[in-house]
């Protein structure tokens, strides 16, 4: 397969898996199925992402919130997630081969043990992975992070081992899920929704959005392609001139 060549890559790509339900809704099918279908996009978009050579992605899979859907449903998604975990370390040699780092943000204390000693295990087997950071955000929030972030840093600050004024930008962002990673640059979110769902917060400060009509179990390369080319285009001047 040819590749498309990019006068700019984004470092840092977001994507919102949005969308799996109504399509599954257009075609007179359980909810579960736009799931199921979703899941195979995201990994047809990772691998993709990682043959172009973007260094680090970040899937939203599962939010804080998303514990309020009904339970077959939030029990379906987990199987998914779980189902992922279990091929990809039946597949840890080619990941490692590849150069792919997973990494799992989201608080994992509400997530199934078994599913996180899973987690645990992979972040480990390909914590020196160089080409492409391929993060999945489960159990995620925005603000819980940053709170997160907050509490670590105020417990340091009371302990005595931080001193409050010399808390920076890097000190905080060194507590956040993403520590050691770039801010967002591209943020997608396909299904025509506009609006971030409390996704990468702080990460985000200066991304640029790419919206698109279609839902997520449609989502093509070219879709990848079309968001990568309007980002090639963007001015982005970070508050200057
Ligand atoms: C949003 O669509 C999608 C989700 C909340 C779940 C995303 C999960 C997966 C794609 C599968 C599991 C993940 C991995 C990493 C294997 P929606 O259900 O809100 O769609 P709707 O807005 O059309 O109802």
């Known amino acids: 397969m040819e590749f498309p060549t990019f006068s700019v890559l984004p470092r840092h790509v977001a994507v919102i898996m949005d969308g799996n339900g109504r399509w599954a809704k257009k075609r007179g099918l359980p909810r579960t199925a736009g799931h199921i279908e979703g899941a195979r996009t995201f990994r047809k978009i990772g691998e993709y992402a990682g ?9 939203y899979a599962f939010s804080t919130e998303n514990w309020s859907r009904p339970e077959n449903e939030v029990s379906a998604i987990m199987k998914l997630f ?32 078994a599913l996180t000693a ?53 000190a905080f962002e060194s507590r956040l899920y993403t520590a050691g990673q770039p801010p967002v640059d591209l943020m997608i979110r396909p299904s025509g929704e506009q609006r971030i769902s409390n996704f990468l917060l702080w990460q985000s400060a200066y991304a640029e959005f790419w919206y698109s009509d279609v839902l997520w179990p449609d989502f093509t390369e070219e879709h990848f392609n079309e968001a990568l080319r309007a980002y090639e285009k963007r001015n982005r001047r970070f508050g200057g001139v």
């Open 51 to 59: 043959d172009l050579g973007i260094r680090h992605i970040t899937f």
């Open 82 to 113: 779980g189902d992922y975990l279990e091929e990809s370390r039946e597949r840890l040699e080619e990941s490692i081969q590849k150069g792919i780092r997973l990494r799992f943000l989201g608080d994992k204390s509400r997530i199934d043990p």
């Open 118 to 170: 899973l987690m645990d295990f992979m972040e480990e087997a390909t914590a020196g992975g160089k080409k492409i950071d391929l993060n999945i955000a489960l159990n995620y929030g925005g603000q819980q992070e940053i709170l997160q972030a907050v509490k670590s840093l105020a417990r340091d600050a009371a302990n005595g081992t931080i001193d409050p004024d010399a808390i920076d930008a890097g």
